[in-house]
């Protein structure tokens, strides 16, 4: 069963930092295409990143483009998201969804609060 845990959030002030992460068990994470999505609370689901074209592309939504950077360690079988200059509008529960071409899987998520 795929398996995905993502991890590394929390509270943070605005202008800070934090790096999530996302390990996968029974899927390889290296040649797929895989997403960073959001939820704020009392909102839907917001795409943020991702790395298309057999997960070499990255890509990124206007609302943090020049702020987060995700990547990925085929060693650790870990994808990353890097966020900087955090704003509060940045809260909400960060979830990694990947595909094989036919199904995707989501994780449990990991909420970040940017607030002072």
């Known amino acids: 069963e795929v398996q995905l845990v993502e991890s590394g959030g929390g509270l943070v002030q605005p202008g800070g930092s934090l790096r999530l992460s996302c390990t996968a068990s029974?899927?390889?994470?290296?040649?797929?295409?895989m997403m960073w999505v959001r939820q704020a609370p009392g909102k839907g689901l917001e795409w943020v990143s991702g790395l298309g074209d057999g997960g070499r592309t990255p890509i990124y939504a206007d609302s943090i483009k020049g702020r987060f950077t995700i990547s990925r360690d085929n060693a650790k079988n870990t994808v990353y998201l890097q966020m900087d200059k955090l704003k509060p509008e940045d809260t909400g529960v960060y979830y990694c969804?990947?595909?094989?071409?036919?199904?995707?899987?989501r994780g449990q998520g990991t909420q970040v609060t940017v607030s002072s």
């Open positions: 029974e899927f390889t994470l290296g040649t797929a295409d």
């Open positions: 969804k990947v595909t094989n071409g036919s199904s995707w899987w």
